[in-house]
């Protein structure tokens, strides 16, 4: 009974590092590509996982890596960094304010529609 308690912890474990209860899919292909990705994701730690593990036994001085812990890294090894540059954020800001202002164009003209259809 005590393995089966382990593996729903590493299965809840894996659910939130590995971003899979994170997915708001619509359709049946884009939830088998989260899926997917979800579950590369969790293989590819459970791997470094074992290997750190197997590593610690050999003699090393560290703890086995966790799984969050594996994760930080690849985000601070693998994934590239945002860009943070002022002509980079304006550009964003710009953007970002310029649809905000459309959205609201278009509410305001069904807002419009809408209130005409009805007296």
């Known amino acids: 009974m005590l393995y089966g308690w382990r593996t729903e912890e590493d299965f809840q474990l894996t659910k ?5 209860d ?8 884009s ?11 969790a293989a590819v730690l ?6 750190t593990a197997t590593m610690a036994t050999t003699g090393g001085e560290l703890a086995p890596a966790s799984g969050r812990e594996l994760l930080r890294l690849l985000r ?3 994934l590239p960094h945002p ?22 164009q278009a509410h305001q003209r069904w807002n419009n529609i809408t209130a005409a259809a009805t007296t």
């Not at 939130?16 to 899979?20: F, S, T």
């Not at 939830?31 to 994701?41: F, K, N, P, V, Y």
């Not at 459970?46 to 290997?51: G, T």
């Not at 860009?83 to 609201?104: M, Y």
């Open 16 to 20: 939130g590092v590995c971003g899979l």
């Open 22 to 29: 994170q997915g708001q899919t619509t359709c049946w292909n």
């Open 31 to 41: 939830w088998m590509r989260w899926t997917l990705i979800s579950m590369l994701a």
């Open 46 to 51: 459970a791997i470094a996982r074992a290997r």
């Open 76 to 78: 601070i090894t693998a």
């Open 83 to 104: 860009r943070r540059d002022r002509d980079h954020l304006l550009h964003w800001s710009a953007w970002r304010r310029h649809h905000q202002h459309q959205a609201a």
